[in-house]
């Protein structure tokens, strides 16, 4: 099968000669699939690294895990899946009895598996239950929040997550014409509370306010900031990162991140001294995400919304090492980043994105 085709099951893996070009997975190497979903970019890298190579699979959606496995099947014990969320990687990696891994990528967002599978709620062009669940294992569906949340907290949702100018419309619509169970119901309800002339062109006019409840039901944002210095400090040196995003909320999320870890002191301009240890971890590889080419858009019109970001975890000789108070581990070859060791990436937790009322029609 040909790079960036459809497997048996409709999978195109994205970006994935990018991935590929950048991760440099070599015959032996260590190699994390975050997400592996069907296994496509796994499968790649699989056939880079055997014989002596181990990739090590991780997915919240079971179902998924499930076809990653068939596809896997045939390179035996170099494939380990594991059912877990990759908030959880680091976790995961050592359970596995591995110390540091060589590469890591993560492909963000739901997956063709899910957004084809009408009974899954992931997307509005059939009819579904509202459900939007990556792991079916978790309590809390769309429905519920669709269904319970104030008008104003719902406003608050679409608008932080879908980033929607209509946020405040939209909830007062969808509260008025609550109970809501299915997709196409509630896709309907949204259309019709934005104006016509306010149509984005091109996109249904509910894809916002989906997003918006997909990324508050599977927690996405908060698993991704706790991911990224997990990730880093699961890479021995010289190993690589690759992230690819399909919103703008995780892309700003990733490049706040990668910058952070790669400039090491935090102090403010001008201090006379650093007081806060930091210490570089990352060498950005990306200045600027990278994007599909015109060819991958017209075998996977998916992918028009696919961002990559690289970077690549510093020698320990040329990071600067923290002051005693700021070490975090005793270990420098696998330090623990941890998220309360670094403030929060801007616009996020602590500081509310910008509200934008809707104007009225």
């Given at each position: 099968?040909?790079?960036?085709?459809?497997?048996?099951t409709?999978?195109?893996?994205?970006?994935?000669e990018?991935?590929l070009?950048?991760?440099?997975?070599?015959?032996g190497?260590?190699?994390?699939?975050?997400?592996?979903?069907?296994?496509?970019?796994?499968?790649?890298?699989?056939?880079?690294?055997?014989p002596?190579?181990?990739?090590?699979?991780?997915?919240?959606?079971?179902?998924a895990?499930?076809?990653?496995?068939?596809?896997?099947?045939r390179?035996?014990?170099?494939?380990?899946?594991r059912?877990?969320?990759?908030?959880?990687?680091?976790?995961v990696v050592?359970?596995v009895?591995?110390?540091a891994?060589?590469?890591?990528?993560?492909?963000?967002?739901?997956?063709?598996?899910?957004?084809?599978?009408p009974?899954?709620?992931?997307?509005?062009?059939?009819?579904?239950?509202?459900?939007m669940?990556?792991?079916r294992?978790?309590?809390?569906?769309?429905?519920?929040?669709?269904?319970?949340?104030?008008?104003?907290?719902?406003?608050?949702?679409?608008?932080?997550?879908?980033?929607?100018?209509?946020?405040?419309?939209?909830?007062?619509?969808?509260?008025?014409?609550?109970?809501?169970?299915?997709?196409?119901?509630?896709?309907?309800?949204?259309?019709?509370?934005?104006?016509?002339?306010?149509?984005?062109?091109?996109?249904?006019?509910?894809?916002?306010?989906?997003?918006?409840?997909?990324?508050?039901?599977?927690?996405?944002?908060?698993h991704?900031?706790?991911?990224?210095?997990?990730?880093?400090?699961?890479l021995?040196?010289g190993g690589?990162l690759?992230?690819?995003?399909?919103?703008?909320?995780?892309?700003?999320?990733?490049?706040?991140?990668?910058l952070?870890?790669?400039?090491?002191?935090?102090?403010?301009?001008?201090?006379?001294?650093?007081?806060?240890?930091?210490?570089?971890?990352?060498?950005v590889?990306?200045?600027?995400?990278?994007t599909?080419?015109?060819?991958?858009?017209?075998?996977?019109?998916?992918?028009r919304?696919?961002k990559?970001?690289?970077?690549?975890?510093?020698?320990?000789?040329?990071?600067?090492?923290?002051?005693?108070?700021?070490?975090?581990?005793?270990?420098?070859t696998?330090?623990?980043?941890?998220?309360d060791a670094?403030p929060?990436?801007?616009?996020?937790r602590?500081?509310?994105?910008?509200?934008?009322?809707?104007?009225?029609?």
């Open positions: 099968m040909s790079a960036g085709t459809a497997d048996a409709g999978h195109v893996p994205v970006m994935l990018e991935v070009a950048w991760l440099a997975p070599r015959p190497g260590v190699y994390v699939d975050a997400t592996v979903g069907g296994g496509g970019h796994a499968e790649a890298i699989l056939a880079r690294i055997v002596g190579g181990l990739l090590i699979g991780i997915d919240r959606d079971p179902e895990l499930a076809v990653a496995a068939r596809r896997l099947a390179f035996g014990a170099a494939v380990r899946l059912h877990a969320n990759y908030a959880a990687i680091r976790q050592a359970e009895g591995i110390e891994v060589d590469g890591i990528v993560m492909d963000l967002g739901a997956s063709s598996l899910q957004l084809d599978a009974e899954r709620g992931f997307s509005f062009l059939r009819a579904g239950p509202l459900d669940r990556m792991d294992s978790e309590p809390r569906t769309a429905a519920d929040l669709v269904n319970t949340l104030s008008p104003d907290a719902l406003a608050d949702l679409i608008r932080r997550y879908g980033e929607e100018r209509w946020a405040r419309r939209i909830a007062r619509a969808i509260v008025a014409a609550r109970p809501l169970a299915t997709t196409d119901a509630l896709a309907a309800v949204v259309a019709a509370a934005i104006p016509r002339r306010a149509w984005p062109r091109g996109v249904h006019p509910a894809t916002r306010t989906f997003q918006a409840l997909r990324i508050a039901v599977n927690r996405e944002l908060e991704l900031e706790r991911a990224l210095p997990d990730a880093v400090g699961t021995r040196e690589r690759c992230v690819i995003t399909f919103h703008s909320l995780e892309d700003r999320l990733v490049k706040h991140t990668f952070r870890l790669s400039r090491g002191c935090t102090c403010p301009p001008g201090s006379p001294t650093c007081t806060c240890g930091g210490r570089r971890w990352l060498r590889l990306t200045r600027r995400p990278l599909p080419s015109a060819d991958e858009l017209a075998r996977n019109p998916r992918a919304s696919a990559l970001r690289v970077a690549e975890r510093l020698p320990h000789d040329e990071s600067t090492d923290a002051p005693e108070a700021g070490q975090r581990s005793a270990d420098p696998l330090p623990s980043i941890l998220p670094f929060p990436a801007p616009g996020f602590r500081s509310r994105l910008r509200r934008r009322d809707a104007p009225h029609a």
